[in-house]
């Protein structure tokens, strides 16, 4: 009898409900503007935390709210360079020992082949 009644339909692809007596959830327009100029709005839940930014839906640019407050930017480390790495092992002096070592080896290799 199952078998039946949803013959000729396709399970999973189309929705047999319908909005007739249902409430929907509380929702609230947020208007953004990207940089670029595109202005739109997002439909979100009345109780969700309205982000500072959004995808600009038309570019993909980072779009800011139109009456909210700049986001913070957060506070990120200066990207350590090798510079900064190699000085966190060795000091000055041993550096400059190193190098005048290899120069003597540089040299006196130098004068062989000569």
């Not at 947020?30 to 009345?46: E, I, Q, R």
């Not at 982000?51 to 779009?63: L, S, Y």
């Not at 957060?74 to 990207?79: A, G, N, R, S």
């Not at 400059?96 to 003597?104: K, T």
């Amino acid at each position: 009898m199952g078998e039946r009644a949803l013959r000729g339909t396709r399970l999973g692809a189309t929705s047999y409900e319908n909005d007739r007596n249902t409430d929907l959830a509380p929702r609230q327009e947020v208007s953004y503007t990207c940089p670029k100029g595109h202005h739109f709005d997002v439909p979100l839940a009345a109780e969700a935390e309205i982000p500072a930014t959004w995808e600009c839906r038309m570019c993909g640019a980072t779009a800011l709210r139109v009456d909210g407050e700049q986001p913070e930017s957060k506070k990120t480390k200066p990207p350590r360079t090798h510079w900064d790495m190699l000085l966190e092992r060795r000091s000055i002096e041993d550096l400059e020992e190193v190098l005048n070592e290899r120069l003597a080896v540089l040299r006196a290799q130098r004068r062989k082949s000569a």
